[in-house]
């Protein structure tokens, strides 16, 4: 019965720091998160809110925590993704992409993982790599003019200057 109230008062706990942060109250919603987080520890959602307003505050090693939590309480896709992303934001390229390497291992096939690999090979300078990475993010997005930008630079690193062009 205990341990019904508590996972109870952890989704009221998110609700209402849902709720306050539409309001725009956002001090008082991380800690409505907070206290969600203490009455349910598993709760995924609050763990997620919080780690995204600690991404849109710039407290990015706090945003690490919170989806490093929800990655191993859940360990799916999503819960890899958002973790590797702000990893790459503190240019953790290490750890960004195992996170990112558990994605494929989820969705082998999606193309935002394999673009975000992309951006990590070649900050490391590994063109062929990123080259590599860069084929299913331009059939998915032909469009889209940053999958030609990096592909131009990927091209551009590994001296196919024509065709960089």
């Not at 989704?11 to 001090?27: C, I, K, M, P």
């Not at 490391?124 to 080259?131: K, M, N, V």
Request: aromatic fraction near 10%; charge should be negative.
């Amino acid at each position: 019965m205990v341990n019904e109230l508590m996972l109870a008062d952890g989704w009221r706990h998110l609700q209402q720091g849902l709720a306050l942060e539409r309001s725009h109250r956002v001090t008082e919603a991380v800690s409505q998160y907070r206290q969600a987080i203490a009455s349910n520890p598993h709760l995924r959602e609050a763990h997620n809110a919080l780690g995204f307003y600690y991404q849109r505050s710039g407290l990015l090693a706090k945003a690490v925590e919170s989806f490093r939590t929800v990655a191993s309480l859940y360990g799916d896709f999503l819960a890899y993704f958002n973790l590797g992303y702000v990893l790459v934001e503190l240019e953790r390229y290490d750890e960004a992409q195992s996170a990112f390497a558990q994605c494929l291992t989820l969705a082998p096939e999606d193309s935002a993982t394999h673009l975000e690999l992309s951006l990590i090979a070649l900050s490391r300078g590994e063109y062929s790599q990123a080259f590599n990475h860069l084929e299913l993010p331009l059939r998915s997005y032909p469009d889209d003019w940053e999958v030609h930008n990096l592909l131009g630079r990927c091209l551009l690193g590994m001296r196919r200057f024509d065709e960089a062009i």
